[in-house]
């Protein structure tokens, strides 16, 4: 139809253009180099984070993660975090050199990634939204595991298309899943390719797990071709250390049950994986990605009604 030719064109229009800021923003970051570019998107949502909508999720989510903090000190993290948020999405552009060849970023446990790369067999890297959790896929990259990465496709592929080379310059095969990714997830396992997971994202449907102390859907991917495969979800975590440097570390190794109770052995796999990231965010709670809603809209409104 014609109005929907013209609403197609614009919409392409739209998307060019919103590319084409993109692209100068990330050439512009590239030219003030690493720290740069870092210490320009930390000043930057830490101005201007705590003025949004967002920084409402922020202290809800910090209330229900740490209820006895004092309010003073939720109050700074919350400022913190943005800071952080907000380097993390200017390294974006210069993530080709936060790399462990660049030497910005350390390695503890390598010899873990190296097992896996060695061992022919694929395993299930699991870790959460911690500091800039895309130099996590810099480090497996760097230790020669095959690996497929998972990520969630920006709306405009054009915009989608320029994430995409940004992160090929250092090796990455990203991985946009469609529904739950399962079936094709098992395809890249079946070739010999590890897959890497993020295991903090919200679901609306799902096994219940214990998150902080509450309940949340969590999505059963990781532990269930863990089981498939017959092989451990490796832990990873990244830290932030000053400078724009980091420090990743492969932890030990978490072996799904295997009792022949599927639902139950995966429900224990993907609850060990949330508590690996719990216990991650209360070392560092200050490199968690705290603007996105974790938990269920039941746990927010428990939240309100006890402030009333």
Known sequence: MPGDSKAGIRQDLIWRLEAAAFSALFAFLRLLGVEGASNLGGWLLRTLGPKTGTHRTVLKNLRIAFPDMAEDQRQRLAIDQWDGT?????????????????????????????????????????????????????????????????YRAANNPYVDALIRRSRERYGIRLFAPKGDGTRELMEGMKRGDSIALLVDQKYSQGPEVRFFDQPVNASPGAARLALRFGTVMQPLS?????????RVT?????????????????????????????DRVRER???????????????????ESSRA
């Open 285 to 303: 709670p200050v490199d968690w990605f705290w603007v996105h809603k974790r938990w269920p809209d039941r746990v927010y409104a428990a939240l």
């Open 238 to 246: 990244v830290v932030r250390l000053p400078n724009a440097r980091f």
């Open 86 to 150: 907000g380097r993390t999405f200017a390294e974006l552009a210069v993530m080709d050199r936060l790399t462990p060849e660049g030497g910005r970023v350390e390695v503890v446990g390598m010899e873990r990634l190296h097992a896996l790369r060695d061992g022919g067999k694929p395993a299930v890297l699991i870790s959460g939204h911690l500091a800039n959790f895309e130099v996590m896929a810099a480090v497996i990259m760097a230790a020669g595991v095959p690996c497929q990465v998972t």
């Open 250 to 278: 492969a932890h030990e190794p978490i072996a799904v049950p295997d009792t022949g109770d599927k639902a139950g052995d995966v429900l224990a796999g993907i609850q060990a994986a949330n508590r690996f990231v719990e």
